[in-house]
Each structure stands twice: as C-alpha cells, then as structure tokens.
C-alpha cells in the first residue's frame, strides 16, 4: 500500500535520528511492499530560522495531509536561558498539538533486560516493570490564559479543563487499561484544585461503564514517590497536561532506557511519533546520538497510524536483536560504540 508520511526532523540531534528511522521505514517497505512516501517539512529552531515560525502554515498542511507523522526533536539552548524571546521553538510544538488536535500523549514504558544495569533504581524494583503513561495534552496550565501585570511583576497561568476534555482522555484511558493489565490510575490534585476535583468527579462517573476496569485515584505527588518506589504496581496512569509532562519524564528514566522510549501523540488529526527524549545539542552532528526511541516511534507509528502490526513487530525484533548482538550507541554500549548512522544501516539491513 501506499503512504504518506511527514517528516519533521526538527532541531539538534532531530534529523540524524530521524533518517535512521525512514531507512528502517524504507527497508519495511521493501520487505511488506508498501511504499512510503516521505515529505519533510520545518519545525522548532530551524523553522524560526528560516522562515520566522516554529510551526509554519505550509507544515501544518502537510501534516493534516499526511497518513502519520514522523517527529524528531525541537529546543534550542540559545532559546533556554532567554526567556524574554518573544519565539520560541517550543512554541512549534505547542501549536502543533492545538492544531492537530492531538489530545492524548501516550508513552508506554518498559524495561529493556540489558539496559537494566543502567537504571538509577535496585533491579528488583524495576525489572519487568512495564506501564503506560497517558498525559493530556491540549488543555490544563499549557494553554489557558497567561499574563503579567503592566508593572510586570505579576504574572499568571490559569489551568483550565471541561468535562468534555476529561472524559475523551480517560475514555483513551479505560481503553487502553482493557487492552492490558486492566488498572487505571487516575492522577490528579484534588485537594487542592478544582480542575482536579472535576477530573476526579468525571473519572468516578465513568467507572460504573467500565466495571472490569480497576480504577484507583493517586495525588500526583504520592504518584511521583510511588513510581520510584513501586513502579510495578502500575498499568495504565492517565493524568492532565502538566502533571503528565513531569510524570512522564520521570517514568521514562527509571527504566535506564531513556534513548529507546519512543511516543504517540493522537488525536483529531494526524498523529504525531517522536522519541520521549530533546534535541541533545551537545550531540548534534557527531552521528552517537542513540536512533533507537526513534526506530521504535516509527513501529508505533506502523501500528497506531497505519495499522501494520506485523510490520512494527518486525522493527520490535530487529531492535532487540541489534541490542543482543552490541550494534548500538556509546550511550548503552558495553564494548565498540556503533555510530548513529551505522545503526540504522545495521537495522535496515538486519530487518
Ligand atoms: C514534552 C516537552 C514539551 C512539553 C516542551 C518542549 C514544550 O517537555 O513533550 O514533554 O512540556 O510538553
Ligand atoms: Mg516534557
């Protein structure tokens, strides 16, 4: 079959991952018959260098004109410490989310057997632990009003959810909980903030619908302490939009496996895959950056956009068996360092 996906490498390590990822991409083609049409377009840092917008016009129409969309990374560190700049990268991704309506930003984690070793937790707490992270991912603090005082020295985010928001990501939530483990944890703040209290208010509506679902509510604080202590007892954690950008983060690193995590970003409109992991300048243009969470965001992407799953279960193997064999970046590797570009060659040839 044919395809359309966008490509949008982004900032620092972005295109060298992401060209890791189409040769994969081109290699399953081959391999499944499919063709792949690639089409890249401007996003973050570059974009405001070369056309003044982090998420122009012209990128917006081809991602809702496209199957799926290949993201790699934005941030700039000349952006980081100025926080009077009026654009800024992130602003790209922002609007890119609101735009494409991409509601639900879905990160599963697990533990990679020989990256174990790497994780700043003891191995018995987090071997097999194995959980999705659902963060929502157009509504809360991100995008209700901001201002600051004419003196400016007040200034105000105001975190904003409708009920209509809440129920559509836990639904997303109640969904995904069937299809594993079949426990919810439901993450909030309620009591302390009114958002949360609707969250939790909707969640508890919504259970009596889903009766072989095991919810349980946390306060994301406890939430914060119980993935480092406990991360096995979770499925699926479904939590609004900041809390989940924090969560998330913190999930992805328990594991060791930071460069191999990828996400989904759904929604509306196009999907968006990208690895959980920045635009790592410091690595840019040195072809070490690890491609894996990239290759694996592109088997997210096979499975979720284009409903190929032997096609993404085809990456899974042959990912796996390029960590078996040692074919993988200095950042995980216990002997010779391969090189960004030599992975990919190693994964597409191997597929
Ligand atoms: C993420 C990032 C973004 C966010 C930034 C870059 C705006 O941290 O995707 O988690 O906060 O959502
Ligand atoms: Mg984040």
Redesign the pocket.
Known sequence: MDFNIAVLAGDGIGPEIVEQAIKVLKAVGVKYKHNFNFTEALVGATAIDQVGDPFPEETFQLCMNSDAVLFGAI?DPKYDNDPKAKVRP?QG??AMRKKLGLYANIRPVTTFPSLIHKSPLRKDLVEGADFVVIRELTGGIYFGDKGRSEDLNTAFDTCVYTRFEVERILELGFEYAAKRDKRLTVVDKANVLATSRLWRETAQDMTPAHPEIEVDYMFVDNAAMQIIQWPKKFDVMVTENMFG?ILSDEASVITGSLGLLPSASVGIHTSVFEPIHGSYPQATGKDIANPLATVLSAAMLLELALDLSDEAQAIRSVVDRSMIEGVVTEDISEEKAYHTSEVGDWLAANL
């Open positions: 941030g992130e991704l922002l950008d």
